[in-house]
């Protein structure tokens, strides 16, 4: 045991000249020749035998871990798979009485290598959310362990992972996702280790750096204590607000369309007579319209986006207008039955009221074009301001 303890120390890192390494190998070997890294700092406990059955009881107070985060970065965003990818540094601090020294001989923390790290008890924190993770290697200059002379010691590697990230795209692409880092430990309850987020240790970088399609624009952090069938666990939660980047899509899908929508209103301001002109105008918005909306990029979903309401209520102002064309050059073709046409002179009452219907009809699809000049653009622009009001 011995041995292998001087071999820890023989590769011990001192970030101050203060100290030798023949006085670190002396004030170290006491302390970790008699440290017990399975049970946890403050650890006091009992052993009640009931009829057959073995119990622990722990007295001793809870371990207080510090947790801070530096986030390098967030990408690969992915709506279709509901996950995102993380690169960060988790630090944990916490204060273990076991390796408390002489101040005066270790006066600045050391850096321990990986198997101290063995030796020494170390928080079960992982990532409840996480999909694919992976963790620097002591070896690496990304991780490390830090022990100082009152016992607090700094555990500090690098992740990168991939986690998942429950999404609605309801409102979509006016949507904002609530994605997140969560940890929990593994098997210590709430009696054992209490997680809290260390006080203004957090990159603010972070804020002003946005992903391909988001933008972070809040970050809020929670603890709390989860309880199961197996225990009280505690949890800590690092939250991000990520409101979708939506100019490519007001760009390149509701400007076109808006644009083809108007459009199709000039269809109701040509002259019936000129069908060939309504017709092909009436075709190309529909069609224009059709191309766009089924086109345009956008995240496949089991429900109704607000994207599709938008599409689907343009398409169908587009293809009225072709039914307004249908009617109003039915009504233009319409003639008077022959028995009406074919009326003798001397029955001149009913001469008059067949040229008076004949008139009246003939004015059916002018006050149809009327009445669509002004109709249709008021239900668009009343539909516009109701959906900008709900998104």
């Known amino acids: ?3 292998f303890i001087f071999c820890i120390t023989l590769s011990l890192v001192v970030y101050s000249n203060a100290i030798t390494e023949s006085e670190l190998i002396t004030l170290l070997n006491p302390v970790l ?4 890294g399975g049970f946890r700092p403050n650890f006091g406990g009992k ?3 009931k009829l057959s059955n073995l119990t622990v009881h722990s007295l001793g107070r809870p371990v207080l871990v510090n947790v801070s985060l530096h986030i390098e970065e967030m990408s690969n965003l992915r709506e279709s798979d509901m996950e995102f ?3 960060m540094f988790l630090r944990q601090y916490w204060n273990d009485p076991r390796l408390i020294v002489d101040p005066s001989v270790l006066t600045s923390p050391v850096k321990l290598d990986q198997k101290a790290a063995s030796v020494i008890w170390k928080p079960d924190i992982y990532i409840v959310n996480q999909k694919q993770s992976e963790i620097q290697s002591l070896e690496k200059e990304h991780k490390f362990l830090q022990l100082s002379a009152n016992g607090d010691v700094l555990l500090s590697y690098k992740i990168n992972a991939k986690l998942s990230c429950p999404m609605y795209f309801g409102k979509f692409p006016f949507d904002t996702q609530y994605c997140g880092v969560f940890f929990e430990t593994y098997g210590s309850t709430a009696d054992e280790v209490l997680l809290h987020w260390k006080e203004k240790d957090y990159s603010e970088s972070t804020k002003h750096r ?4 988001f933008k972070i624009i809040d970050t809020n952090k929670i603890e709390y204590i989860l309880t199961s069938s197996k225990g009280q666990y505690p949890n800590l939660e690092l939250n991000f607000d990520l409101e979708r980047l939506s100019g490519h899509y007001i760009l390149n899908n509701y400007f076109p369309t808006m644009l083809i929508v108007f459009t199709s209103f000039i269809t109701y301001w040509i002259d019936v007579r ?3 002109l309504r017709s092909l105008w009436g075709m190309s ?8 909306s089924t086109n345009v990029s956008i995240v496949q979903t089991s429900f109704i986006t607000a994207l599709d309401w938008w599409n689907w209520f343009c398409t169908v102002i587009v293809f009225f207008s072709l039914v307004e064309f249908a009617v109003v050059t039915y009504l233009h073709h319409r003639k008077l039955p022959a028995n009406k046409r074919n009326i003798s002179k001397d029955n001149s009452t009913l001469a008059e009221m067949s040229v008076l219907e004949s008139n009246n009809q003939s004015n059916y699809p002018h006050v149809i074009d009327v009445i669509s000049r002004i109709g249709f653009p008021a239900v668009f622009f009343l539909f516009l301001i109701l959906y900008c009001l709900s998104i």
């Open 1 to 3: 045991m011995k041995s």
């Open 33 to 36: 020749t008699n440290y017990n």
């Open 47 to 49: 052993v009640f035998i």
């Open 85 to 87: 990818e993380i690169s």
């Open 210 to 213: 946005a992903l391909v399609n």
């Open 274 to 276: 000129s069908e060939i």
């Open 285 to 292: 918005s529909f069609l224009a319209m059709l191309m766009l």
